[in-house]
């Protein structure tokens, strides 16, 4: 098996991306994380160009890692300069690494338009560079910037830049498709060139691959490029970075492992942690997941149609190319108005719901029509399961509402302070409680008061927090009159769940989403088992 180097970004490239932004914990603490996955090479920055980059590299010293290396990033030495007398080159020997990469330029037009220097002077820039670092005892990869286009403009010259760095003791030639515009084909064909034009002239130095995704195929290139004999993979967790981003490392790794079974890659890291990984890196980077994001995202083995929830029963490969559980993820099946019988009977667990098909059926008639109206229960799980109660008959409601009022104040003298104030009458264990609470905004405010008239009787409440609130306009074309839904996610610690309510009225939607949370949190809990949701 061939062995495959996996080399991250995320921290330098991955951080060029629009919206990314790492602070220096998040970044020392992604380092931790990308170690444990068993990631070859972590890229930490560029020591010279801002305090926080130089900080990372001196914190990261401390770092007793298991599997990865931390390399410094940096460019050739500026023109007309010796490398030893060149700020950069001090910077990325402060920054105390074992291995740095240093980006040069392989494509003739942009020496002559962008760098402004002669031919000669570039290859000296790369060549000085190398050698000058190769002496000071570090390992250096070179990244050939711009490799593909520059081939295409001009190979002989593309190649005397590779040589350069490959004879001045460089011990990766990194092949970079800098602008993403190169396809899978040309990947291939490009860098078994490269491979070929190194051997011929004495100096078969390993080559990586760098694909950006301007084209929506960096992850093809990147695999392309392995398949032609590259040895390292270079990339971003999730594909952050730059424009349309890079390649994103977890489908490149998950295809190499579980695709391919030539190459070997992560060490014994494996790929069972890769959804971890990725979003834990989300969650770092205050970014928001991508549902549909290959192997990791929480729509990669989700199945709403009737057919394939139901091919899926019987066996799981039927519509899913690997199982879920190889990269940390898992199977979700989904109800909708597109749902079959088998929809319903695989997310209801109870057995004699479950195999009560007049009662399946009834369900999904239910279903159908309410979402017909607007509803969704993709993403609301627990009103789902409240759904199947009512229509069992098994629904044992922890509260009945009265009544609920809802005030919103707003006095000039007040400028632009509004306030709002919720009222709710409602009926727990026989006795009727009416309190009134204020908060930023209706739904706050509504919150409120539920809690404070159910939580002395279920203290329990006070786990429950409310983590998500969403309003979707659904029939826009009605104006104001139109119906909204409002979707809220909630947690106790230890779960997350989804409900959902639909009027037109948006307080009366928000109403009906946040009940049926209480509803469903107050009937899990121990002390009320006898109302146990069954489904």
Not at 67 to 89: C, I, Q
Not at 281 to 304: C, D, I, W
Not at 431 to 460: I, Y
Not at 508 to 530: I, K, T, Y
Request: hydrophobic residues 40%; aromatic residues 6%.
């Amino acid at each position: 098996m061939r062995r495959i180097e996996i080399y991250d970004t995320t921290l330098r490239d991955g951080s060029q991306g629009e919206g990314v932004n790492f602070s220096l914990e998040d970044k020392l603490a992604i380092t931790r994380r990308l170690d444990e996955a068993g990631i070859d090479f972590i890229e930490g920055g560029y020591p010279l160009s801002n305090p926080k980059d130089a900080q990372y590299f001196e914190r990261a010293r401390g770092f007793n890692l298991a599997h990865s290396r931390v390399v410094a990033f940096g460019m050739t030495r500026r023109r007309g300069m010796a490398a030893g007398d060149d700020p950069g080159m001090k910077a990325l020997l402060d920054a105390g690494t074992t291995a740095i990469t240093i980006v040069g330029k392989t494509s003739a037009f942009h020496v002559a338009e962008v760098l402004g220097v002669s031919r000669e002077e570039n290859l000296a820039m790369i060549a000085d560079t190398v050698a000058y670092l190769t002496g000071c005892d570090r390992e250096i990869f070179y990244d050939a910037e711009h490799f593909f286009d520059g081939w295409k403009l001009d190979p002989a010259y593309s190649l005397e830049t590779l040589l350069a760095a490959a004879q001045a003791g460089a011990t990766r030639i990194v092949l970079c498709d800098t602008n993403g515009g190169t396809l899978p084909g040309e990947v291939a064909t490009l860098v078994a060139a490269a491979i070929a034009g190194l051997a011929a002239a004495g100096c078969p130095v390993p080559v990586g691959i760098h694909c950006h995704n301007d084209c929506d195929v960096a992850t093809a290139n990147s695999l392309a490029g392995v398949a032609a004999g590259a040895s390292q993979v270079q990339g971003t967790i999730n594909g952050v970075g730059e424009r349309c981003g890079n390649a994103d490392l977890i489908a490149v790794i998950a295809n190499l492992a579980l695709k391919l079974p030539d190459y070997a890659l992560l060490g014994a890291a494996g790929t069972t942690h890769l959804t971890e990984l990725s979003r834990f890196v989300y969650e770092t980077a205050n970014m928001l997941y991508r549902p549909g994001q290959p192997f990791v995202g929480s729509s990669a083995f989700a199945h709403k149609g009737g057919m394939h929830v139901h091919a899926v029963a019987k066996a799981t490969e039927s519509y899913e190319h690997i199982h879920p559980e190889a990269v940390g993820n898992s199977r979700r099946i989904l109800v909708s108005e597109l749902s079959g019988r088998s929809n319903i009977a695989a997310l209801v667990k109870h057995p004699t719901v479950k195999n009560d098909r007049v009662l399946l059926d009834q369900v999904l008639a239910e279903v159908c029509r309410l979402e017909n109206e607007g509803w969704q229960f993709e993403a609301a799980d627990a009103s789902f399961d409240l759904l199947v109660q009512r229509f069992a008959g098994t629904f044992q409601p922890a509260f009945e509402k009265l009544a609920y009022n809802v005030a919103v104040e707003s006095r000039e003298e007040q400028g632009s302070n509004v306030r709002t104030e919720a009222t709710v009458k409602l009926v727990v264990n026989g006795v009727q409680r009416h309190e009134v609470a204020e908060g930023d905004g209706p739904v706050n405010a509504l919150d409120a008061a539920l809690r404070k008239a159910l939580e002395p009787v279920f203290p329990a409440l006070s786990r429950m927090n409310l983590l998500d609130y969403k309003v979707r306009v659904i029939n826009a074309q009605e104006g104001t009159a139109a119906r909204v839904r409002v979707s809220i996610e909630s947690t106790d610690g230890q779960r997350v769940w989804g409900t959902v309510g639909v009027s037109e009225n948006v307080i009366e939607a928000s109403w009906l989403a946040l009940a049926d949370s209480f509803h469903f949190f107050l009937l899990s809990q121990p002390e009320n088992r006898g109302r146990e949701p069954i489904s």
